[in-house]
């Protein structure tokens, strides 16, 4: 199973988007430049608690959720895109040469530890969405680290990893294995 294929998303960054969108639209930003929005959208999303699931899933399940529902977490969104706002008008750092990514490197880091976690119980038998639970639970698991950078740069770099942030990441990958097993057995 390549771990890279599997894909998860923060249902989050889609309702920060929206809220993103709505308030440019009113002239609430001072600069619309893409460093200012994704700057918003990072410290938006980091405010947050993460709510990953595998790509996919997140349509229907959002079919299934009510309207109220729906309007609930936008109100959300757009309280945590104001106050995100707040902060970047005070310290605008804008666009340089290249426009910037919006990436959580929680996400590269837990398929990293995944991976390897898998390596070593070659007994177990998994299939490809079980496993994408599986990351989407560790990520809900992790304070989300949002940040932006240069489009293709490396997100994560192994050496600003700290061994402490690698033991809790490994503690979520285990538990969420866990939970992936006793949701299948019917526990
Ligand atoms: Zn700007």
């Given amino acids: 199973m390549d771990i890279s294929l599997l894909k998860v998303k923060n249902r989050w960054e889609e309702l920060v988007d929206t809220a993103i969108e709505r308030m440019l639209e009113e002239g609430a930003f001072s600069c619309s430049c893409g460093k200012c929005r994704a700057d918003v959208g990072a410290i938006a999303l980091n405010s947050l608690p993460p709510d990953y699931v595998p790509v996919g899933v997140g349509a229907a399940e959002a079919a299934s959720t009510g309207e109220d529902e729906l309007q609930h977490r936008l109100s959300q969104a757009e309280a945590a895109v104001r106050r995100a706002l707040d902060l970047v008008k005070q310290a605008p750092l804008h666009s340089g040469a290249s426009e910037p990514v919006l990436v959580n490197p929680n996400e590269d880091l837990v398929r990293t530890v ?29 304070p989300p680290k949002y940040t932006t950078t240069p489009k293709g740069e490396a997100y994560a770099r192994a050496d600003e990893i700290q061994p402490s942030a690698v033991a809790q990441v490994l503690v979520s990958v285990h538990s969420s294995l866990q939970r992936v097993k006793a949701e299948v057995s019917g526990a």
């Fill in 114 to 142: 995944l991976a390897d976690v898998l390596a070593h119980q070659k007994e177990e038998q998994w299939s490809a969405l079980q496993l994408a639970w599986a990351l989407a639970y560790s990520l809900r698991e992790l």
